[in-house]
């Protein structure tokens, strides 16, 4: 099946700090790739949508400033949380979907997990 | 905008008993649905979609688009079924979840 990895896994930084996080399709390609954010015990929110060669597009609230979202390629997508404050710690979820129309369906990564101090 | 409703956060059942996870949406489209699973430590993982008309591991879901409900059911759940359930609905280019469902199976 479908397998979407990322990278890291968990993460701990001072805030203040950029923090990038990878998502990648790794036996298949993606143009689309999506970026969640899940708080505790909450659904998943989405962040954006990233499209290969093109610009992400954010979620009403989400700035796209803060989240720099990167899609170069057909299996890699890069999420940056920059200058991190504790407000910006949760869980972020990565998906890819294989192909577009009906059948899209999105299989996601293991998430990361962001700790800001 | 699309919205799915996902009324119960905890569903608490005995091992052997059926269980019926509900979603409701809303969507002015034609309705793409799936439900996706997240056992502990575990990353989502899709779980059935509509279109398929399929069972996975004794689940099956029907699409109802006169009460706009995309209920989940199985009729004996088992102890290795406690996870979280989303419903998701696919509108475009974008899926929306579901609060989910949190399932426990007791022995």
């Known amino acids: 099946g479908a397998v979407v990895s990322q990278h890291p896994s968990w993460v701990i930084c001072k805030s203040g700090t950029s923090v990038k996080i990878e998502c990648r399709s790794l036996?298949?390609?993606?143009?689309?790739m999506f970026w969640y954010r899940q708080f505790p015990k909450q659904s998943l929110m989405l962040m954006a949508t990233?499209?290969?060669?093109?610009?992400?597009?954010?979620e009403q609230g989400v700035e796209k400033d803060k989240f720099l979202i990167n899609h170069a390629s057909l299996t890699l997508s890069t999420l940056t949380v920059t200058s991190a404050h504790p407000e910006d710690s949760s869980f972020y979820i990565c998906?890819?979907?294989?192909?577009?129309?009906?059948?899209?369906?999105?299989?996601f990564g293991p998430g990361t997990r962001l700790l800001v101090l | 905008a699309q919205r799915v409703t996902q009324p119960e956060k905890l569903l608490s059942v005995f091992k052997g008993a059926p269980v019926e996870l509900k979603c409701n949406y809303s969507?002015?489209?034609?309705?793409?649905l799936f439900w996706y699973v997240q056992y502990s430590r575990q990353r989502l993982q899709l779980l059935l979609r509509h279109i398929s008309r399929e069972s996975i591991k004794g689940f099956t879901a029907d699409l109802n688009k006169g009460e706009t409900s995309f209920h989940l059911k199985k009729p004996f759940a088992q102890e290795e079924d406690s996870a979280m359930y989303y419903c998701?609905?696919?509108?475009?280019?974008?899926?929306?979840f579901g609060g989910g469902t949190r399932l426990m199976v007791k022995p």
């Open positions: 998701a609905l696919n509108a475009g280019n974008m899926l929306t």
């Open positions: 998906s890819a979907r294989v192909s577009a129309g009906l059948s899209g369906t999105q299989y």
């Open positions: 990233s499209n290969e060669g093109s610009k992400a597009t954010y």
């Open positions: 969507y002015s489209g034609s309705p793409e």
């Open positions: 036996d298949f390609q993606a143009t689309t």
